[in-house]
Each structure stands twice: as C-alpha cells, then as structure tokens.
C-alpha cells in the first residue's frame, strides 16, 4: 500500500511563489508516477502536473504551463510542485497522486489513472 503527504500549502499573495512536496512509502519510488491534481470549492477536481516514472517525461495543464515546474527526487521519495507566479485561480487544495502505469502519454490527466491519494494540502493566494 503506498502513502502519500503532501506539504508546503499555505496563503500567499498573487506574483508569489509556494513549493508543494508529496512524501511517497510503501513502494518503490522509482515503480510510481507522480501527479498533481487540485480542487477549488465548488468545483471538481483537475489535473494540473504530472511527471514520468523516471522523471524524463512532464505534462502539464495549460492553466499553470510556464508557471509550476514538476520534479521528482529519486533518493528522497519526494514529488515537487514549484509554483510561480501565482494568481487567486490557483487557490485549491491540492493532492498528490501516484500510479504504478509504465506510461501515462493520453492518460496523465485522467483521476482514474491514479491509484493512491495525499490528504491535500490548502493553498490560498490573495489578491
């Protein structure tokens, strides 16, 4: 059974910066790929970054595309979500999902191509 934490959410002011990092156990990290998914009050969850199982491969919604960078970190278990540039759009709680999927070319949007969940964490940015 993999666990997921996610951590780094809090409130900031549009143009600032947040770094999210997901803590992956349970399973090989190197077995997993790694996505970001966020849902804002009142609206269904939403894909927002997704990254390979070896790290070579991103994919990003068109929302945050320029502005959030998706990295992964082998030796620590950990997922990263850098956001910049932020803007009052992005305020959501955001999850962090992991799939045991070779490939998620077509799929990497998709909820239920994910197996495992976080709990969220809050990220609010005022204007």
């Known amino acids: 059974q993999v666990q997921l934490g996610e951590s780094g959410g809090g409130l900031v002011q549009a143009g600032g910066s947040l770094r999210l990092s997901c803590a992956a156990s349970?399973?090989?990290?190197?077995?997993?790929?790694m996505g970001w998914f966020r849902q804002a009050p009142g609206n269904e969850r939403e894909f927002v970054a997704a990254?390979?199982?070896?790290?070579?491969?991103?994919y990003y919604a068109d929302s945050v595309k320029g502005r959030f960078t998706i990295s992964r970190d082998g030796p620590k278990n950990t997922v990263y979500l850098q956001m910049n540039s932020l803007i009052p759009e992005d305020t959501a709680v955001y999850y962090c999902?992991?799939?045991?999927?070779?490939?998620?070319?077509?799929?990497?949007?998709?909820?239920?191509?994910?197996?495992?969940w976080g709990q969220g964490t809050q990220v609010t940015v005022s204007s």
């Open positions: 990254i390979s199982r070896g790290g070579g491969v991103t």
């Open positions: 349970g399973r090989t990290f190197s077995t997993l790929a």
């Open positions: 999902a992991a799939t045991p999927r070779t490939y998620l070319s077509g799929t990497y949007y998709r909820i239920d191509v994910y197996d495992y």
